[in-house]
C-alpha cells in the first residue's frame, strides 16, 4: 500500500454529537469498498465503509473537535483515490454539523466561525433554519431586533459588526 500522496488538501469538518456521520465532502470515484485511515496524534483508526459512485464518503462519528487529522482513503485493489492525502480541520458544530439528519431536529444550533468583517454574514447554516437567537461574547440578539436574516445572510440592524474569527452560536 503506497503511503505517498501526490497532493495534500486541507479540508473543514463540522462535528457535532447529534449529527448520525460526518459528511467529508470526498466523493467516492465508483461504487465499492473502501478503507480509510484516520491518523490523529500518532495514532490511526482504519475504517472500512461502502462508497456509492459521486456520493460523498460518509465516516461514522467518530472524530472529536477541534482537531486536525489525517485522512487516507483506499480503494478495493490499494490504491490512493485521487491520489491525494487530506488534512481536516474539525470544528465543533451543536445540533447540526454536515447537513446531515440531526437528532433532535429541532432547536438545532451551530457554532460559527466569522470568516468576514462587517454588518452582515452568510453561512449555509442561515439558509437552512430560521434563526431565533444569535449569541456572541456571551451576548443573545433576537432577530427583527438585533439582526435581520435573508436566506443564508445575517444582517445586524444595531450597529453591530461581525469580525474575521469571531465564535457565534445560531439557534434556530
Not at 500518532?42 to 462519528?61: A, R
Not at 486536525?68 to 480541520?89: F, M, R, W
Not at 436566506?151 to 452560536?169: A, D, E, M, P, R
Amino acid at each position: 500500500m503506497c503511503n505517498d500522496c501526490l497532493s495534500t488538501t486541507c479540508i473543514d469538518l463540522y462535528v457535532s454529537p447529534c449529527d448520525e456521520g460526518i459528511d467529508i465532502g470526498i466523493p467516492a470515484p465508483e461504487t465499492g469498498d473502501y478503507t480509510i485511515y484516520l491518523d490523529f496524534n500518532g495514532s490511526s483508526k482504519v475504517l472500512s465503509i461502502q462508497g456509492t459512485e459521486d456520493d460523498n464518503f460518509i465516516l461514522p462519528n467518530v472524530m472529536i473537535a477541534p482537531a486536525i487529522y489525517g485522512i487516507k482513503i483506499y480503494n478495493e485493489t490499494n490504491e490512493l483515490v485521487n491520489d491525494t492525502c487530506y488534512k481536516a480541520h474539525t470544528k465543533l458544530a451543536l445540533g447540526v454539523g454536515n447537513n446531515l439528519n440531526p437528532n433532535p431536529s429541532v432547536g438545532a444550533k451551530k457554532i460559527i466561525v466569522v470568516d468576514v468583517d462587517g454588518d452582515s454574514f452568510t453561512n449555509s447554516f442561515f439558509g437552512l433554519h430560521n434563526i431565533i437567537e444569535i449569541v456572541t461574547s456571551n451576548q443573545a440578539y433576537l432577530i427583527d431586533v438585533d439582526f435581520t436574516q435573508s436566506g443564508s445572510t445575517i444582517t445586524w440592524v444595531n450597529g453591530n459588526l461581525f469580525y474575521n474569527g469571531q465564535t457565534i452560536l445560531a439557534q434556530s
